[in-house]
Protein backbone atom coordinates (compact mmCIF):
# COMPACT_ATOMS: atom_id res chain seq x y z
CA UNK A 1 0.00 0.00 0.00
CA UNK A 2 1.22 3.31 -1.13
CA UNK A 3 1.29 5.96 1.89
CA UNK A 4 3.06 9.11 2.30
CA UNK A 5 2.75 11.04 5.70
CA UNK A 6 4.00 14.51 5.87
CA UNK A 7 5.87 16.25 8.86
CA UNK A 8 7.58 19.26 9.74
CA UNK A 9 5.28 22.11 9.41
CA UNK A 10 4.92 24.67 11.91
CA UNK A 11 4.13 28.29 12.75
CA UNK A 12 7.48 30.21 11.49
CA UNK A 13 8.05 34.38 11.53
CA UNK A 14 8.45 36.25 8.38
CA UNK A 15 11.69 35.28 6.36
CA UNK A 16 12.16 32.22 8.77
CA UNK A 17 12.97 28.54 7.85
CA UNK A 18 11.62 25.36 7.42
CA UNK A 19 11.82 21.82 6.42
CA UNK A 20 9.29 19.42 5.62
CA UNK A 21 9.79 16.01 5.10
CA UNK A 22 7.78 13.35 3.74
CA UNK A 23 7.78 9.59 4.71
CA UNK A 24 7.07 7.26 1.72
CA UNK A 25 6.34 3.91 1.87
CA UNK A 26 5.31 1.09 -0.38
CA UNK A 27 7.52 2.29 -3.41
CA UNK A 28 10.57 3.52 -3.66
CA UNK A 29 10.59 7.73 -4.16
CA UNK A 30 13.85 6.87 -6.65
CA UNK A 31 11.03 5.57 -9.16
CA UNK A 32 8.15 8.12 -9.12
CA UNK A 33 8.34 12.08 -9.56
CA UNK A 34 7.93 13.52 -6.14
CA UNK A 35 6.02 16.96 -5.97
CA UNK A 36 4.66 19.82 -2.99
CA UNK A 37 2.08 21.00 -3.52
CA UNK A 38 0.38 24.41 -1.05
CA UNK A 39 -3.44 24.75 -0.50
CA UNK A 40 -4.75 27.88 1.33
CA UNK A 41 -8.18 27.71 2.65
CA UNK A 42 -10.57 27.97 -0.16
CA UNK A 43 -8.05 27.79 -2.76
CA UNK A 44 -6.44 25.27 -5.34
CA UNK A 45 -3.41 23.47 -4.91
CA UNK A 46 -0.59 25.34 -5.42
CA UNK A 47 1.99 23.62 -6.83
CA UNK A 48 5.68 24.47 -5.28
CA UNK A 49 8.10 21.92 -6.56
CA UNK A 50 8.96 18.84 -7.77
CA UNK A 51 11.67 15.95 -8.27
CA UNK A 52 11.87 13.59 -11.54
CA UNK A 53 12.26 10.49 -11.05
CA UNK A 54 14.09 9.74 -14.77
CA UNK A 55 16.89 12.14 -14.16
CA UNK A 56 16.57 13.51 -10.60
CA UNK A 57 15.35 17.36 -12.32
CA UNK A 58 13.87 19.82 -10.01
CA UNK A 59 11.26 21.91 -11.02
CA UNK A 60 9.88 25.23 -9.11
CA UNK A 61 7.18 27.86 -9.82
CA UNK A 62 9.35 31.57 -10.26
CA UNK A 63 7.25 32.32 -7.02
CA UNK A 64 9.37 29.88 -4.52
CA UNK A 65 12.57 29.51 -6.89
CA UNK A 66 15.71 30.29 -5.36
CA UNK A 67 14.18 29.86 -1.73
CA UNK A 68 12.71 26.77 -1.68
CA UNK A 69 14.86 23.39 -2.39
CA UNK A 70 13.05 19.87 -2.83
CA UNK A 71 15.86 16.50 -2.34
CA UNK A 72 15.22 13.12 -1.74
CA UNK A 73 16.99 10.70 0.04
CA UNK A 74 16.67 7.26 -0.93
CA UNK A 75 18.01 5.25 1.80
CA UNK A 76 15.02 6.80 4.04
CA UNK A 77 12.70 6.63 1.29
CA UNK A 78 12.17 10.39 1.96
CA UNK A 79 11.44 13.68 0.14
CA UNK A 80 12.24 16.70 1.87
CA UNK A 81 11.65 20.66 1.16
CA UNK A 82 13.70 23.10 2.75
CA UNK A 83 11.57 26.64 2.29
CA UNK A 84 13.84 29.94 3.17
CA UNK A 85 12.60 33.57 3.42
CA UNK A 86 9.18 32.59 4.16
CA UNK A 87 6.15 34.63 2.99
CA UNK A 88 2.91 34.93 5.19
CA UNK A 89 1.47 34.02 1.98
CA UNK A 90 2.46 30.67 2.01
CA UNK A 91 0.90 29.94 4.59
CA UNK A 92 -1.43 26.89 3.94
CA UNK A 93 -1.16 23.24 4.55
CA UNK A 94 1.38 21.83 2.22
CA UNK A 95 0.96 18.18 0.68
CA UNK A 96 2.89 15.84 -0.38
CA UNK A 97 2.47 13.75 -3.58
CA UNK A 98 3.63 11.05 -5.72
CA UNK A 99 3.16 10.23 -9.99
CA UNK A 100 4.84 6.82 -10.82
CA UNK A 101 4.51 8.01 -15.00
CA UNK A 102 6.78 11.44 -14.33
CA UNK A 103 4.82 13.39 -15.69
CA UNK A 104 6.65 16.85 -14.73
CA UNK A 105 8.85 18.63 -17.86
CA UNK A 106 6.53 20.61 -20.43
CA UNK A 107 3.46 20.29 -18.29
CA UNK A 108 1.74 23.19 -16.83
CA UNK A 109 1.35 23.52 -12.80
CA UNK A 110 -2.66 22.15 -12.63
CA UNK A 111 -1.37 19.43 -14.97
CA UNK A 112 1.50 18.23 -12.69
CA UNK A 113 -1.55 18.13 -10.01
CA UNK A 114 -3.81 16.50 -11.97
CA UNK A 115 -0.97 13.67 -13.03
CA UNK A 116 -0.70 13.07 -9.03
CA UNK A 117 -1.67 9.77 -7.95
CA UNK A 118 -1.06 9.56 -4.75
CA UNK A 119 -1.30 12.37 -1.94
CA UNK A 120 -0.28 12.71 1.46
CA UNK A 121 -2.91 14.40 4.25
CA UNK A 122 -0.24 17.09 4.79
CA UNK A 123 0.92 19.41 7.18
CA UNK A 124 -0.17 23.22 8.53
CA UNK A 125 2.61 25.79 7.95
CA UNK A 126 1.77 28.86 9.20
CA UNK A 127 3.66 31.87 8.53
CA UNK A 128 3.35 35.37 10.61
CA UNK A 129 4.37 38.83 9.42
Known amino acids: EVQLVESGGGLVQAGGSLRLSCAAS????????MCWFRQAPGKEREGYSCISSSDGSTYYPLSVKGRFTISRDSAKNTVYLQMNSLKPEETGVYYC??????????????????????WGKGTLVSVSS
Open 26 to 33: GFSVDDYA
Open 97 to 118: AADPDDTIEGYSWDQIRSGMDY
